[in-house]
């Protein structure tokens, strides 16, 4: 079973402005990896935040974990078109060492122009 | 990083043939993984190709449909067997890198595109 699910399902925004999807999760986690796919390619890594921390930002991206609601949001701001894309949370296992990640169900972002 | 080539990038094929994906590796990984991704959906894990021994399981695939080879430290191949319409799927490699532990991002091929007709 998915380990995250994502909200919303989709999301269709205008140019320039903020987007926000989320993901919970139901079991412990050691960090919480965001991911991006373009048009049914491959994911690409956007940023980790470590279960000891609550915001971290790379770029236009603002990541969120709040580890007692078993949450995380991902903020894009001033979107671009180029944005328009699937963002996927992914979870390893509590158990040091294991190196799977479970992938929660994913947002589809577009980015009107 | 990682940098992954996984071919073929995309192909159709007649129900009943097998289909063979590559993926290459730029670096030596000690974990490779193979995901399905159906129309639509989320990745589902298939199995994890270990170099040295074979190649572990998620719930509901089994080896008999999906084989997989993992000769060296760089290269692995998922064979999706016997397909009907079902299979229809990309599938997508993927690799660890990182210290290990809890730095355990990952990084994709550009995924197989696979219809079968």
């Given at each position: 079973s998915q380990q995250g699910e994502e909200d919303p399902q989709a999301l269709s925004i205008q140019e320039g402005e903020n987007a926000t999807m989320n993901c919970s999760y139901k079991t412990s986690i050691n960090n919480l990896q965001w991911y991006r796919q373009n048009s049914g390619r491959g994911l690409v890594h956007l940023i980790l935040i470590r279960s000891n921390e609550r915001?971290?930002?790379?770029?236009?991206?603002?990541?969120?974990?709040?580890?007692?609601?078993?949450?995380?949001?991902?903020?894009?701001t001033a979107s671009r078109a180029a944005d328009t894309a699937s963002y996927f949370c992914a979870t390893p296992p509590s158990n040091f060492g294991n190196e799977k990640l479970t992938f929660g169900t994913g947002t589809r972002l577009t980015i009107i122009p | 990083?990682?940098?992954?080539?996984?071919?073929?990038?995309?192909?159709?094929?007649?129900?009943?043939?097998?289909?063979?994906?590559?993926?290459?590796?730029?670096?030596?990984?000690?974990?490779?993984?193979?995901?399905?991704?159906?129309?639509?959906?989320?990745?589902?894990?298939?199995?994890?190709?270990?170099?040295?021994?074979?190649?572990?399981?998620?719930?509901?695939?089994?080896?008999?449909?999906?084989?997989?080879?993992?000769?060296?430290?760089?290269?692995?191949?998922?064979?999706?067997?016997?397909?009907?319409?079902?299979?229809?799927?990309?599938?997508?490699?993927?690799?660890?890198?990182?210290?290990?532990?809890?730095?355990?991002?990952?990084?994709?091929?550009a995924g197989t595109r696979l219809s079968v007709l």
């Open positions: 915001e971290k930002h790379s770029g236009r991206l603002r990541v969120t974990l709040d580890t007692s609601k078993k949450s995380s949001s991902l903020l894009i | 990083s990682a940098v992954i080539s996984q071919k073929p990038s995309r192909d159709i094929c007649q129900r009943g043939t097998s289909l063979t994906i590559q993926c290459q590796v730029d670096s030596q990984v000690t974990m490779m993984f193979w995901y399905r991704q159906q129309p639509g959906q989320s990745l589902t894990l298939i199995a994890t190709a270990n170099q040295g021994s074979e190649a572990t399981y998620e719930s509901g695939f089994v080896i008999d449909k999906f084989p997989i080879s993992r000769p060296n430290l760089t290269f692995s191949t998922l064979t999706v067997s016997n397909m009907s319409p079902e299979d229809s799927s990309i599938y997508l490699c993927s690799v660890v890198s990182g210290s290990g532990g809890a730095v355990n991002i990952q990084y994709f091929g």
